[in-house]
């Protein structure tokens, strides 16, 4: 899917390389993935809440991401 932020970026997610950030100024791509701590590569929305932090859900759990410092925090589902 692509989703558009509310600071007019957009995100391209993939079903097997994480997501990307398409920078306007240099017109390329910034792909965030497992090596950067996500728990999947395989990401299938997006959305914004009011603190601008973006919630991705994954193959593997809910992922809340701050585009403005990186900082991530995994929510992975429970198994019983």
């Known amino acids: 899917s692509i989703y558009e ?3 007019k970026r957009l ?3 993939t079903q097997g390389a994480g997501f990307c950030r398409f920078d306007l100024q240099t017109e390329t791509f910034v792909r965030y993935d497992m090596s950067h701590g996500f728990p999947s ?3 299938f929305k997006m959305i914004e809440d ?3 932090n973006l919630w991705i859900t994954t193959s593997n759990g809910l992922v809340c991401f701050n585009p403005k410092t990186t900082n991530i925090c995994i ?3 429970m198994v019983y």
């Open 41 to 43: 590569n395989v990401i």
């Open 50 to 52: 009011s603190e601008h």
């Open 5 to 7: 932020d509310s600071q």
């Open 11 to 13: 995100w391209f997610m």
């Open 75 to 77: 929510l992975q589902p």
